[in-house]
C-alpha cells in the first residue's frame, strides 16, 4: 500500500509539472509565431540551438545558451561572465519557467543578443520553447 501511495505522488507531480509547462504564456507564444508562420515547433532542433556555440567579441570569444544555463536545464546554470547563479530552466523542477509571457519575450530578446548577437529569430524562439517546455 506504501509503494502504491508513492507511484500516486511521483505521477502527479509529472502530470502537474507537464501541465505547469504547457503553460497558457507559451500556447499564447506558439499562435503569435505561428501568426509568424511558424507551423511546427521542433523540440530537438530547439536542443541544436541550445547547445550551438556563436563567435562572440570581448573576454568571451563563443558562447551558447548551455555556456550558462548548463545542458542540464534541471540543474542551477551560472552566467559565465557575471557568475551569477541561474534557476533550472526545466519547468519540470521550477514550475515558474515559461509562465510569463512579458518574461519569456525579456529573456529570448535579451539572451539571443547577447549569445548569437542579434535577436532571435520566430522560428528559433519557437524551438527553443519547445525544447525548454520538454525538460
Known amino acids: 500500500m506504501k ?7 511521483v505521477l502527479s507531480s509529472l502530470f502537474v509539472a507537464t501541465v505547469r509547462a504547457d503553460s ?4 499564447e507564444l ?3 509565431y505561428a501568426q509568424e508562420g511558424v507551423t511546427r515547433p521542433d523540440a530537438i532542433v530547439g536542443q541544436r ?7 562572440a567579441e570581448g ?7 548551455s555556456s550558462c544555463h548548463g545542458e542540464n536545464l534541471k540543474q542551477v546554470g551560472k552566467h559565465v561572465k557575471t557568475n551569477k547563479l541561474i534557476e533550472p530552466m526545466a519547468p519540470s523542477v521550477n514550475p ?5 509571457t512579458r518574461e519569456i519575450n525579456k529573456w529570448l530578446k535579451r539572451n539571443c543578443k547577447w549569445t548569437l548577437g542579434r535577436e532571435c529569430t520566430a522560428t528559433e524562439k ?3 520553447l ?6
Open 30 to 32: 506558439f499562435h503569435q
Open 130 to 135: 519547445a525544447y525548454i517546455r520538454q525538460q
Open 24 to 27: 497558457a504564456a507559451v500556447t
Open 126 to 128: 519557437a524551438n527553443l
Open 59 to 65: 573576454e568571451i570569444a563563443e558562447r551558447s545558451c
Open 96 to 100: 515558474a519557467r515559461l509562465t510569463k
Open 3 to 9: 509503494k502504491l501511495y508513492l507511484l500516486i505522488i
Open 49 to 55: 540551438l541550445w547547445s550551438k556555440t556563436f563567435a
